[in-house]
């Protein structure tokens, strides 16, 4: 059973469900599968950015002053936006994610002011990258592993849309113990279109259609279809816009607590809860059907 680990309000629950009911003004009455963005709803970075960096520097003989420490987040927001002008969705199928990220970080010290030889280039940029892809970088909120099992309970199919690379498949979500509770991955760099376009929703479709049954059994005959997926994010372009316009349900996260961002989400007509515990309350006001269990039965 789901135990609630954040407070919240009779009032604050009134607040968020602002009397909106998707099962019963919809078509399909019944959730089938669920897709999470990752990074701000399920995962956390840690430490901040700059101190990752300089850190990485540091340990590899390169030392940056105050000053240029300071910079850090700027330029790499720059040398992310150009790295991702220069080659979208992490370099599609033109060039590894590692590349692009080495291409991102060498531009980001570029930008800060730091003179590195090419030796020096690389030892800095293997170290961020092992730091990235490490426990240094990410938590895992609190009510993610309770709520990934609460929907294999309910025969709900688990997954995530994310703007990211595979590295998150291959070693970040299995070094935080989340990958085991869940039965599809769809990454921008794989589908080479990232939200908020439709495609990479119609590729979650297809991802998620083999396991409705959790992996139990394939039944081609179970055809999953968009209003029988529910959408959860923290970007109101990129996971609601996005998602609903797909045909999807969604809802957003106010994670850390931005009362003003997620007042102007609700005011352009977004569900908006402070985390998943409320979303599992939420989906029993609506009393949808969840999952495909009786089907995959038969």
């Known amino acids: 059973m789901l135990r609630r680990t954040f407070s919240s309000t009779s009032k604050n629950r009134k607040i968020l469900y602002q009397n909106r009911q998707i099962c019963i003004h919809n078509t399909s009455k019944r959730i089938r599968a669920i897709s999470c963005d990752v990074t701000g709803t399920l995962v956390s970075f840690?430490?901040?950015?700059?101190?990752?960096?300089?850190?990485?520097?540091?340990?590899c003989g390169?030392?940056?002053?105050?000053?240029?420490?300071?910079?850090?987040?700027?330029?790499?927001?720059?040398?992310?936006k150009e790295t991702s002008?220069?080659?979208?969705?992490?370099?599609?199928?033109?060039?590894?994610?590692?590349?692009?990220?080495?291409?991102?970080v060498k531009r980001s010290f570029d930008l800060v002011g730091t003179s590195m030889d090419e030796p020096e280039e690389e030892r800095v940029f293997q170290r961020v990258y092992s730091t990235f892809g490490s426990h240094a970088a990410y938590g895992v909120f609190d009510d993610v592993k309770p709520f990934l099992k609460w929907c294999k309970r309910h025969g709900i199919a688990c997954g995530v849309i994310s703007n990211a690379d595979e590295r998150y498949g291959d070693s970040i979500l299995p070094m935080l113990g989340l990958l085991d509770h869940m039965?599809?991955?769809t990454f921008s760099k794989n589908v080479e279109v990232e939200k908020p376009h439709k495609e990479i929703f119609d590729a979650a479709i297809l991802d998620a259609q083999p396991w409705l049954c959790l992996g139990n059994e394939t039944r081609?005959?179970?055809k999953l279809i968009p209003?029988?997926?529910?959408?959860?994010?923290?970007d109101f372009q990129k996971d609601y816009v996005g998602a609903t316009e797909a045909g999807f349900h969604a809802v957003l996260l106010d994670r850390y607590?931005?009362?003003?961002?997620?007042?102007?989400?609700?005011?352009?007509?977004?569900?908006?809860?402070?985390?998943?515990?409320?979303?599992?309350?939420?989906?029993?006001?609506e009393q949808c059907e969840l999952g495909s269990g009786d089907e995959c039965k038969i």
Do not use: M
């Not at 390169?62 to 992310?80: G, M, R």
């Not at 002008?85 to 991102?104: D, L, M, V, Y």
């Not at 209003?227 to 923290?234: C, D, P, T």
């Not at 352009?268 to 979303?279: E, H, P, Q």
């Open 85 to 104: 002008e220069a080659h979208p969705c992490f370099g599609n199928s033109h060039i590894t994610s590692k590349e692009w990220w080495r291409r991102c």
């Open 183 to 185: 039965q599809f991955l």
């Open 227 to 234: 209003g029988e997926v529910l959408h959860i994010g923290n």
């Open 46 to 59: 840690l430490g901040r950015i700059e101190d990752h960096y300089a850190d990485a520097a540091h340990t």
């Open 257 to 285: 607590d931005e009362k003003e961002v997620a007042q102007s989400w609700r005011e352009r007509g977004a569900l908006v809860f402070n985390d998943l515990i409320d979303v599992v309350e939420w989906l029993g006001r």
């Open 220 to 222: 081609p005959d179970i």
């Open 62 to 80: 390169v030392e940056l002053s105050t000053e240029k420490k300071s910079l850090i987040p700027e330029c790499f927001s720059k040398a992310y």
